[in-house]
């Protein structure tokens, strides 16, 4: 098996079965799924077993206590079988041409060892917003905050195995894939964002809610190590204290421009 996509879910009862639709649908079919739940306290891990039992290339594991996502997706990975690992979470949709676009760029350049996208934004109104692709990110890209979306990533499995996977720490939780791409840059590997849209990230309430001050305190903690590890211009150390910043804005200010930088990005 080529590919394996690895998901870890935690309370996603609501959302999960329409991510886990979006996969069933790629017009690239050579996958399996490794789940995790990360025990969740809803019925999300009702609608895991109902999957795997119904679907041949569906694995299902479940941590008996919530662990985070770092930890959670290395289970994943002690299990997935496939040349590359593709990234998906419980609560966003891929395009069906995902799979099958991503594998073919990964195949044409092996000089690369992740392949990511610009992601289409939406809510319960619909679309919101589209970001930007088509370039390869520096090292001083993560000066401005992670240069690869995550859930939309698929990486050569040999490029998690060169880093030891991901990063546990309660230091890690929310910004696992910023340290995990800092990692790969440290080593010399190589990342691209594609130009086309093929993935769909959910961009609602509980969304902001998630950014709580414990995580932008990691996000803080994170880009100073990328700027000692990744040796960036001094400037990068300024670029540090906006996740603190961007806390101490009252949420309704936040969410507001956080909306009117996607709607003027498209």
Sequence with gaps: MKLSVIIGVYNNEETLQEALDSLYAQTYKDFEIIICDDGSTDGTWNIISQNAELHENVVAIRNEKNLGLNATLNRCLELAKGEYIARMDGDDISLSERFEKEVRFLDEHPEYSIVSCPLIYFDETGEIGRGKGGYEPTKNDF????????????????????????????????VEDYHLWMKMYAIGLRGYNLSECLYMARDGKKAHQRRSFRNRWNEMYVHFLACRTLHL??????????????????????????????????
Aim: charged share 20%.
């Design 143 to 174: 000066m401005y905050g992670t240069p690869l979306c995550h859930a939309a990533s698929m990486i050569r499995r040999s490029a998690l195995d060169a880093v030891g996977g991901y990063s546990v720490s309660p230091k890690l939780l929310r």
């Design 233 to 266: 211009p001094l400037k990068g150390y300024v670029y540090c204290i906006l996740p603190i910043l961007k806390w101490l804005v009252p949420k309704s200010v936040y969410r507001y421009y956080h909306r009117k930088r996607l709607y003027d990005a498209e």
